[in-house]
């Protein structure tokens, strides 16, 4: 079992930074795609950028790119999101997930890839 544990968010102005932190515990050897998702009021949940491990390749959504850099640290389990430019679009719930395979593209970012979540952590951006 792996459990994923978020930290990082909170209220930013418009063009602001951020960063989000994932420390992943119990069977990480497990882990072959670290990924961030987000859920913003009525919204679905929607995939940001993922990572793999060994390699890591990543994917990002279109809404982010050039904005998001995502990154890894295994030697401390640990995923970050780093998030520039941030506008209010970007107000959500941040939750990072952990998959058993790689993935790239499309399928990195779909929700049904994952088996482990976070519990999330919000990030609210204000014009």
């Known amino acids: 079992q792996i459990h994923l544990a978020e930290s990082g968010g909170g209220s930013v102005q418009t063009g602001g930074s951020m960063r989000l932190s994932c420390v992943a515990s119990?069977?990480?050897?497990?882990?072959?795609?670290m990924a961030w998702f987000r859920q913003g009021p009525a919204k679905e949940r929607e995939g940001v950028a993922a990572?793999?491990?060994?390699?890591?390749?990543?994917t990002y959504a279109d809404s982010v790119k050039g904005r998001f850099t995502i990154s890894q640290d295994s030697a401390k389990n640990t995923v970050y999101l780093q998030m520039d430019g941030l506008n209010p679009e970007d107000t959500a719930t941040y939750f990072c997930?952990?998959?058993?395979?790689?993935?790239?593209?499309?399928?990195?970012?779909?929700?049904?890839?994952?088996?482990?979540w976070g519990q999330g952590t919000q990030v609210t951006v204000s014009s």
């Open positions: 119990g069977a990480t050897f497990s882990i072959r795609t």
């Open positions: 997930a952990a998959a058993p395979a790689y993935y790239l593209g499309r399928a990195a970012l779909s929700t049904g890839k994952y088996q482990s």
């Open positions: 990572i793999n491990y060994g390699d890591d390749a990543s």
